[in-house]
């Protein structure tokens, strides 16, 4: 398995046209060789999902459903759990099974004095109207003898307390995503997508969401399941990198910057861009490995240690490989420019020595071709012109394989130019039924 998030320092230097071909070339090569092994695309961009669009393809369920069943997860299954634990003491303490200066008796009433409404609707729940007149009394309620007032016992004896657990059962159950409704598979191409628009009313509400961690915590784990579910996976990831979806990190094995050469200040981005993330995933690694990670990174990684165990994590982040493609390249100068400005730039950081071996260097896309094939026939290329088809595969090979044969910033630039203007891939679909049937 594969987990491949492609990053550009911007929007508009290429990452979705990439990631939709680059998805292409691995499924290709994955048919050819007649190994049943599914590709997925997707879209990360919470804020302005693209891919499903593009490609005319609308899955049943988009992120916008998502986020509204994970709302029920966190908000309201929460709120229901939090009121069954307090309804159990108050109906002990009416039947005499607790005293009154019971503790969790006690503990319930302040719990029940702070509990948030407002996160609760209780138009769709079973029990909802009782729930909302149980609220209604809260000023009534201060201590455990107000429990037994004739209006609130009246109200308890219209809870089922047996019937609202199994309710609560029922919610519980449903309120786990099953990721096969968000994913639409794409009979043309070959491969499936996932992501998907989200509707203009539910924007505000949307952008809300997505920059709360309990919410991010539970749609990283939506990601992990279905990173699980397919041999490769390819991540269009926002711009500017893993940005408010930083724990993903745990779960990607290739990081492939989209290195865009069309000018001086799009150069100076890109590298800062590796920089960027060269920066972060230091701070991660160094906080995994002292026990300094906090939040949602925290809890994420502690519930990936629990699923895989300690060393299968650390030595996926120690391992994480850096894999450019230059993009827009309209003269091979650019390219040689833009390695030795990233050398040296490394070099003042003082992080060349220590990445020289560890940034691959993978692919090769020539600026004219693509913007003529693109703006008259679609993101898709791949097949549809024989060298920018040469050009994909090299970079799937090296996803696929990975990075076997690729040179590394360590390279002269000379052996660098040499492999990213090779002309074929022969020996790409030999190579892939080689390592699969080592690995079968």
């Known amino acids: 398995m594969s987990v491949v998030s492609i990053i550009g320092h911007k929007g508009g230097v290429g990452k979705t046209t990439l990631s939709i071909n680059i998805a292409a070339a691995i499924t290709k090569a994955i ?9 997925c695309l997707l879209d990360l961009d919470l804020r302005l999902p693209t891919i499903t669009e593009i490609l005319n393809s609308h899955p049943q369920k988009t992120f916008f459903n998502l986020f509204e069943l994970l709302a029920n997860s966190t908000y309201q299954l929460d709120f229901l759990q939090n009121l069954y634990q307090i309804l159990i003491p108050f109906k002990e303490y009416k039947t005499g099974a607790i005293a009154k200066e019971n503790p969790r008796l006690l503990k319930s009433i302040a719990k029940y004095k702070n509990l948030n409404e407002e996160l609760f609707n209780n138009a769709e729940f079973e029990f909802g109207d009782q729930i ?26 219209r809870i089922d307390i047996n019937k609202f657990k199994n309710t609560l059962r029922e919610c519980e159950g449903s309120a786990r995503a099953d990721i096969n409704d968000y994913i639409s598979y794409i009979e043309e191409y070959g491969f499936s997508i996932l992501g998907g628009e989200v ?52 779960s990607i094995d ?51 240690i629990v699923s895989r165990g300690g060393k299968a994590v650390e030595q996926a982040l120690e391992t994480k490989k850096m894999c450019i493609v230059f993009n ?23 992080k060349y020595e220590k990445y020289r071996d560890r940034i691959y260097l993978v692919g090769l896309i020539p600026n004219n071709k693509v913007i003529n094939i693109t703006n008259n026939r679609g993101s898709l290329f791949y097949g549809k012109d024989k060298k920018l088809t040469y050009r994909i595969d090299s ?46």
Not at 32 to 39: A, C, G, H, K, R
Not at 409 to 414: T, Y
Not at 416 to 436: D, H, M, N, P, V
């Open 328 to 350: 827009r390249s309209q003269k091979i100068n650019e390219v040689t420019q833009s390695l030795d400005q990233l050398r040296e730039y490394l070099d003042t950081l003082g």
């Open 199 to 250: 509707p203009i009313l539910g924007k505000k509400k949307h952008r809300q969401r997505i920059n709360e961690p309990e919410f991010l915590v539970l749609f990283i784990e939506f990601i992990q399941e279905v990173c699980e579910k397919f041999k490769h996976v390819i991540l269009d990831t926002p711009a500017g990198g893993v940005n408010h979806l930083s724990s993903i990190m745990n």
């Open 31 to 39: 048919h050819s060789s007649n190994i049943d092994e599914p590709v």
């Open 395 to 440: 970079i799937a090979k090296n996803i696929i394989d990975p990075n076997i044969n690729s040179p590394t910033l360590a390279n002269s630039n000379k052996e660098i130019i040499s492999f990213l203007e090779k002309k074929s891939t022969l020996g790409f679909r030999k190579t892939y039924s080689r390592i699969a049937s080592s690995l079968s």
């Open 132 to 157: 909302h007149e149980l609220f209604l009394m809260r000023g009534e309620i201060e201590r455990p003898s107000d429990l037994k007032r004739r209006n609130v016992t009246q109200l308890f004896n």
């Open 254 to 304: 290739q990081i492939l910057f989209v290195f865009d050469v069309s000018n001086t200040v799009a150069v100076k981005g890109s590298i800062d861009s590796i920089h960027t993330f060269m920066d972060y995933y230091e701070d991660f690694y160094e906080n995994y490995k002292n026990g300094l990670l906090t939040g949602m990174d925290k809890t994420y990684v502690d519930r990936l």
